[in-house]
């Protein structure tokens, strides 16, 4: 009877794990002209987060992602510099909080809290 109880109790777990990988998912932030929206954004761990620039018919200034501090153990990383038609994109392993800038418009931040 144990031996079954354990085994029903596995077999919940294992059928529960894709359900909390499937949650991790996608988000997508707009680089805008002078800003991120959204300009906070809450995530699990193991989220891609997308930042994406406007098409050539709203193109503002140029603008990059860097991450100007994060998580003990993330390496820093920085996009290309664009003004338009370009994506970034970063998956976000390690929960803790992420505080965003952008090098050339220091006033341009966001912050992506991730949670286990």
């Known amino acids: 009877m144990r031996r079954g109880l354990a085994l029903a109790a596995g077999v ?3 059928c529960a794990a894709p359900a909390v990988a499937a949650a991790a998912g996608k988000k997508t932030v707009k680089v805008g ?28 200034d140029v603008h990059d992602v860097a991450l100007k501090s994060g998580p003990k153990g993330v390496k820093k990383f920085r996009s290309d510099a664009a003004a ?5 994109k970063r998956k976000l392993t390690v929960a803790g909080s992420y505080k965003i800038v952008c090098t050339l418009h220091e006033d341009m931040r966001m912050t992506i809290r991730v949670k286990h």
């Not at 929206?37 to 994406?52: A, E, F, Q, R």
């Not at 338009?84 to 970034?88: A, E, K, L, R």
């Open 12 to 14: 919940a777990l294992v």
């Open 33 to 60: 002209d002078n800003f991120y929206s959204p300009k906070t954004l809450t995530v699990s761990k193991g989220t891609t987060v997308t930042w994406k620039w406007p098409g050539f018919d709203q193109a503002g």
């Open 84 to 88: 338009t038609d370009y994506s970034f």
